[in-house]
C-alpha cells in the first residue's frame, strides 16, 4: 500500500505540472511538419496521369479533365484515410497534405473537396476554340512564283 505522502508529493506534482492538453478550440496548436490533413491541389502542376487515382487505396481522389492539359480535382473527404498515398506518387508534387484538421460538417455531401485550374487560365479544347477573324476571312498565302 502506497503512503498517504508520496500520493500527495504526486498531487502537487501533477498539479504544478503544465498541462498535457489544451482547452481546444479556445487555444489552438500547430500540427507537427509532417501532419497529413486535408489534401490541397496545384492544378498547375497536374499532367494527368492519374496515379494518385490508381493508389488510392480509399477510393476517394479524381482527377478530371477540363480542358486541354487542364485539370480538377475531387476529394471525398468522408473516405479520405488521410494515408497521403496520393501526394507518394504523385511525380510532379501536384498534391501536398496540409496541416489543417478542421474539417467536420454538417451535411454529409459537404465532406468534398473541389480544386480547379483558375479560370482565366483554363483554354478550351482546339476543337471548341473559335476561330480568329483572320483566320475566318484571310485566305491561305498562295505560293509565290519562282522570279528568273
Ligand atoms: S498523380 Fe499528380 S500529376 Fe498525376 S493526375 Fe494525380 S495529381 Fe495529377
Ligand atoms: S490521402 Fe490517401 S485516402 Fe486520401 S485521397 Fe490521398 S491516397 Fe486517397
Known amino acids: 500500500m502506497k503512503r498517504p505522502g508520496r500520493m500527495l ?3 502537487l506534482r501533477s498539479a504544478l505540472r ?8 479556445f487555444v489552438k496548436i500547430l500540427m507537427p511538419e509532417h501532419f ?16 494518385c487515382m490508381r ?3 480509399a477510393n476517394a481522389i479524381q482527377i478530371i479533365k477540363v480542358a486541354d492539359k487542364q485539370f480538377r480535382c475531387e476529394v471525398d473527404l ?9 501526394v507518394d506518387s504523385c511525380p510532379r508534387k501536384a498534391l501536398e497534405a496540409s496541416r489543417e484538421f478542421e474539417l467536420a460538417q454538417l451535411q454529409r455531401k459537404d465532406l468534398f473537396m473541389r480544386e480547379s485550374p483558375d479560370p ?4 478550351a479544347p482546339a476543337s471548341e476554340q473559335p476561330k480568329t477573324e483572320s483566320a475566318k476571312s484571310e485566305p491561305a498565302p498562295a505560293n509565290k512564283p519562282a522570279n528568273g
Open 120 to 123: 482565366s487560365k483554363v483554354s
Open 55 to 57: 493508389d488510392c487505396p
Open 18 to 25: 503544465k498541462p498535457a492538453t489544451v482547452l481546444y478550440p
Open 36 to 51: 497529413r490533413g486535408r489534401l490541397h491541389f496545384i492544378p498547375e502542376k497536374c499532367i494527368g496521369c492519374k496515379l
Open 9 to 11: 508529493a504526486e498531487v
Open 78 to 86: 468522408a473516405r479520405c484515410i488521410y494515408c497521403a498515398q496520393c
